[in-house]
């Protein structure tokens, strides 16, 4: 927005301050004058010119005093501005940098807690966020990219068989392009998914949670017969609001991947529900590797699939954990991913808890 050009800050206190010094000066000097005129003084001798003699000694010495209350004023209110503003001024240089792409820099003011300091520090805490979500963001269009990429290049290595090969058995090459388009519609359709969570454009509703969880268990039975997996259900009644489609796609996300990321055999699943002070949560437990601490924090990273980047059948597409990631975010819940010292994980989500006769 174009602005026409004003007084800076740091001269609109300067002149607040020697406007202040300057009224006091004249309350003083016209204390000082009505005190000579109107008090009287024993052994004071008025004489009929005596008010035009105060006036012309007094005249003077006023017109000095309150020169150098000007100056005064002025130069210590310049200096006293400059000080005080100082801070602000590390701030919006803080600001300009930011504005042209420099997210490193950080204030550091020193000294100790005041309005000033305050800002800076909140200010440091938005750079770092947005440091870190832009860095989030840069890493997440790299591995979209390739991602989308090597499904596009199957695609055209399979094509330009079926066109130098005539020979070629044409059933397994529409196979084969068949599984990659696939693959490439999962991956778009979970690109999607994610953006439209982050946005937080859905409208709330009452939700059971445990019927998103009853749900979720009972449409990927198949898939935990064919792995071998035996799931295991319990829990209560858990209201809380929000999206009922985003909800099921996030507890759908969470026993997904703990059936295929689970013993070759013989593992075990265990989905619950349950209600605390404020909260409902959901827990999901799975049996499988050991995992470290360090290795399960970045498990809810866009295209992060168990111990190592791997493409399997059951590999999905490495969105599953980053959608329930922001799912909850923008829930405004909370994902907690703690390795079984047995092996596996557990996975916690804690939801905001409402009243089942609340409106969503």
């Given at each position: 927005?174009?602005?026409?050009?004003?007084?800076?800050?740091r001269?609109?206190l300067t002149?607040?301050?020697?406007?202040?010094?300057?009224?006091?000066?004249?309350?003083?000097?016209?204390?000082?004058?009505?005190?000579l005129?109107?008090?009287?003084?024993?052994?004071?001798?008025?004489?009929?010119?005596y008010?035009?003699?105060?006036?012309?000694?007094?005249?003077?010495?006023?017109?000095a005093?309150?020169?150098?209350?000007?100056?005064?004023?002025?130069?210590?209110?310049?200096?006293l501005?400059?000080?005080m503003?100082?801070?602000?001024?590390?701030?919006?240089?803080?600001?300009?940098?930011?504005?042209?792409?420099?997210?490193?820099?950080?204030?550091r003011l020193?000294?100790?807690?005041?309005?000033?300091?305050?800002?800076?520090?909140?200010?440091?805490?938005?750079?770092?966020?947005?440091?870190?979500?832009?860095?989030?963001?840069?890493?997440?269009?790299?591995?979209?990219?390739?991602e989308?990429?090597t499904?596009?290049?199957?695609?055209?290595?399979?094509?330009?068989?079926?066109?130098?090969?005539?020979?070629?058995?044409?059933?397994e090459i529409?196979?084969?392009?068949?599984?990659?388009?696939?693959?490439?519609?999962?991956?778009?359709?979970?690109?999607?998914?994610?953006?439209?969570?982050?946005?937080?454009?859905?409208?709330?509703?009452?939700?059971?949670?445990?019927?998103?969880?009853?749900?979720?268990t009972?449409?990927?039975?198949?898939?935990?017969?064919?792995?071998?997996?035996?799931?295991?259900?319990?829990?209560?009644?858990?209201?809380?609001?929000?999206?009922?489609?985003?909800?099921?796609?996030?507890?759908t996300?969470?026993?997904?991947?703990?059936?295929?990321?689970?013993?070759?055999?013989?593992?075990?699943?265990?989905?619950?529900?349950?209600?605390?002070?404020?909260?409902?949560?959901?827990?999901?437990?799975?049996?499988?590797?050991?995992?470290?601490?360090?290795?399960?924090?970045?498990?809810?990273?866009?295209?992060?699939?168990?111990?190592?980047r791997?493409?399997?059948?059951?590999?999905?597409v490495?969105?599953?954990?980053?959608?329930?990631?922001?799912?909850?975010?923008?829930?405004?819940?909370?994902?907690?991913?703690?390795?079984?010292?047995?092996?596996?994980?557990?996975i916690?989500?804690?939801?905001?808890a409402?009243?089942?006769?609340?409106?969503?």
């Amino acid at each position: 927005m174009d602005r026409a050009p004003g007084l800076s800050v740091r001269l609109k206190l300067t002149l607040s301050y020697a406007g202040f010094v300057m009224l006091a000066g004249a309350l003083l000097l016209a204390a000082v004058w009505v005190f000579l005129n109107r008090v009287p003084h024993p052994g004071l001798i008025i004489e009929p010119d005596y008010r035009l003699a105060v006036v012309r000694t007094f005249a003077p010495t006023a017109v000095a005093v309150m020169g150098f209350l000007l100056v005064f004023g002025l130069a210590g209110g310049w200096i006293l501005a400059g000080r005080m503003l100082d801070p602000l001024t590390r701030i919006t240089d803080a600001a300009r940098m930011a504005t042209h792409g420099s997210l490193a820099h950080r204030i550091r003011l020193p000294g100790r807690m005041d309005e000033f300091r305050e800002l800076a520090d909140t200010f440091d805490a938005m750079l770092a966020r947005l440091e870190a979500h832009v860095d989030e963001q840069r890493r997440f269009a790299a591995n979209a990219s390739h991602e989308l990429r090597t499904p596009l290049a199957i695609s055209k290595t399979l094509l330009d068989v079926a066109r130098t090969d005539p020979n070629h058995d044409t059933g397994e090459i529409i196979d084969r392009l068949h599984v990659v388009n696939t693959r490439a519609i999962d991956l778009t359709e979970a690109l999607l998914l994610l953006s439209r969570a982050d946005r937080r454009s859905f409208t709330r509703e009452h939700v059971d949670l445990s019927l998103m969880a009853e749900e979720a268990t009972e449409t990927l039975l198949p898939l935990a017969e064919k792995h071998g997996v035996t799931i295991e259900t319990s829990g209560d009644f858990t209201p809380t609001s929000g999206s009922p489609a985003l909800l099921l796609q996030l507890t759908t996300n969470l026993v997904h991947n703990a059936i295929v990321h689970n013993l070759p055999e013989q593992g075990t699943v265990w989905v619950s529900t349950g209600v605390r002070p404020g909260a409902v949560v959901l827990t999901v437990e799975n049996t499988g590797e050991i995992l470290t601490p360090q290795l399960a924090s970045t498990l809810t990273e866009p295209f992060q699939r168990g111990t190592e980047r791997i493409r399997t059948d059951h590999a999905g597409v490495g969105l599953g954990l980053a959608i329930v990631k922001t799912i909850t975010h923008a829930h405004d819940g909370t994902l907690t991913l703690t390795p079984r010292a047995v092996g596996g994980i557990r996975i916690t989500l804690e939801l905001p808890a409402t009243s089942p006769h609340t409106a969503g």
